[in-house]
């Protein structure tokens, strides 16, 4: 019988973490990967309804993977055995069903919450609200923050949860902090926002494509948000291994090449029997991806090979890892497609790493070489006692799937001491642009995080 974690299990920063949720009606925690945001917020919870009596109702808006986590945590604490539990998941009739159940804690997957609101016909009576994953709502424009706007007035606490506040640039904040406070610090209107600390960068006319920051801006957010924010990175806090990035270039043939830079320049190239064309900026960055990968979808629907390099390339390091296993992350269909036939021509077994007995096959070390997707690599997600090795075969521009994704390994538990990290990247294509955005929105994420740290002193 699996033994039950004890209130004193906590670590310091968490119990630094449950006092701030208690003494702050809106919270927002970025805390990294790993650091246990959700038993630090359950028991924060716990403590302000049964011995502070001050909630009787909580609303957990989560990714739909997540939802059995919250469950699980209840489960696993000794001390949360008071609290009960409901997840509205399923069919309409099931999300009833739970929602109309008696229990403590109701728990929604974010697609749902305007059903719930708008919808469903049952009574918005939640005086608590945790948002997690807050990031989900980092668009001020999408139906879930629209629905959520009409009844966050009724709510007395929110609790924002996060490791990835700002993936895109602190545009993202806007949203996030006006689902949290009402626009009380960063203000009600998106213009305002805009006008007040960022001015036009990339621009066509008058259509603007992208914002820059006004000098002392992103100090003066820093500054706005520090009262309801703390944040800490699993590094200070955690005994973490450590991580290795390395590239592993390949490089196309000139024929290659040439149909690369047709696409690029012409938003077309020519295939036998077939074309690919692309039909704005933003399809064609997709293409060049696809292209980088080594295959491509044409106008039919058809996948066209271009070149292997890639495929080389994985098998080389899947080789020389010797036996360990190793995760392979994949972005397109045509790349899991491939991926797979040259795993199964090289006679290696591999399965793809969603389902639950296929998690717990790779923890137990069953599968030589797993296959994910970043979107389904996400939250409440363990991978770290099956391997220490993950591939990009194919990059994605997110970095919240992309940090989400390596966190799978590089996270408290792994019981290797170094988790190695291999982007295979096809030199001179926008893979290299992939890997520079990632690593520059990484760096204002890191400056948003250190701006409002929490001073913890862990015992």
Not at 120 to 148: A, C, P
Not at 182 to 204: C, Q
Not at 288 to 316: F, P, W
């Amino acid at each position: 019988m699996e033994e039950l974690l004890k209130r004193e299990d906590l670590h310091g920063y968490q119990n630094y973490s449950v006092e701030f949720i208690k003494s702050h009606p809106v919270a927002a925690l970025l805390l990294s990967c790993g650091l246990g945001k959700t038993v630090t917020t359950l028991t924060a919870v716990n403590d302000l309804m049964y011995e502070k009596f001050e909630i009787y109702k909580v609303l957990v808006v989560c990714p739909l993977r997540v939802g059995a986590v919250w469950k699980d945590e209840v489960r696993h604490w000794q001390h949360l055995h008071n609290l009960t539990v409901s997840v509205a998941i399923g069919s309409a009739k099931e999300r009833r069903q739970a929602l109309m159940r008696e229990a403590d804690i109701y728990i929604i997957n974010r697609e749902n919450i305007s059903w719930l609101i708008d919808e469903s016909g049952i009574e918005f009576d939640f005086d608590t609200v945790v948002l997690d994953e807050l990031s989900s709502f980092k668009n001020h424009q999408s139906k879930r923050v629209r629905s959520f706007m009409k009844v966050r007035p009724k709510v007395k606490r929110v609790i924002g949860l996060t490791g990835t506040p700002s993936s895109n640039g602190l545009m993202d904040l806007f949203s996030e902090f006006k689902c949290l406070d009402m626009g009380e610090r960063l203000g009600r209107f998106i213009g305002w926002y805009r006008t007040r600390y960022f001015r036009p960068d990339r621009m066509n006319g008058h259509v603007v494509y992208s914002y820059k920051l006004l000098p002392g801006a992103e100090d003066e957010i820093y500054r706005r948000i520090s009262d309801i924010t703390i944040s800490m990175k699993a590094t200070e806090f955690l005994n973490m291994p450590e991580l290795v990035n390395s590239a592993y270039r390949v490089d196309m043939s000139e024929d290659e090449r040439a149909r690369y830079e047709d696409l690029k320049r012409d938003y077309i190239i020519q295939l036998p029997e077939s074309e690919v064309t692309a039909a704005n900026a933003a399809a064609l960055s997709g293409k060049l991806s696809q292209l980088a990968n080594g295959a491509v979808y044409t106008d039919d629907g058809e996948i066209r090979c271009i070149h292997n390099r890639k495929l080389d390339a994985l098998e080389d390091i899947i080789e020389a890892a010797n036996g360990n296993p190793v995760l392979v992350a994949y972005w397109f269909k045509h790349d899991l497609k491939r991926i797979c036939e040259r795993l199964d021509h090289l006679g290696l077994h591999y399965e793809l790493i969603a389902a639950q007995g296929n998690i717990d096959r790779w923890n137990d070390g069953k599968v030589p070489v797993g296959l994910i997707h970043p979107a389904a690599a996400g939250h409440g997600l363990n991978l770290q006692k099956g391997g220490n090795t993950l591939v990009w075969f194919g990059l994605t521009w997110s970095l919240e799937l992309y940090q989400q994704t390596v966190a799978r390994l590089w996270r408290q538990g792994q019981r290797s001491g170094t988790v190695i990290v291999q982007h295979i990247i096809t030199r001179d294509t926008v893979d290299e642009r992939i890997m520079r955005a990632l690593q520059q929105k990484d760096n204002i994420q890191e400056a948003l995080i250190d701006a409002v740290r929490a001073e913890v002193m862990v015992a």
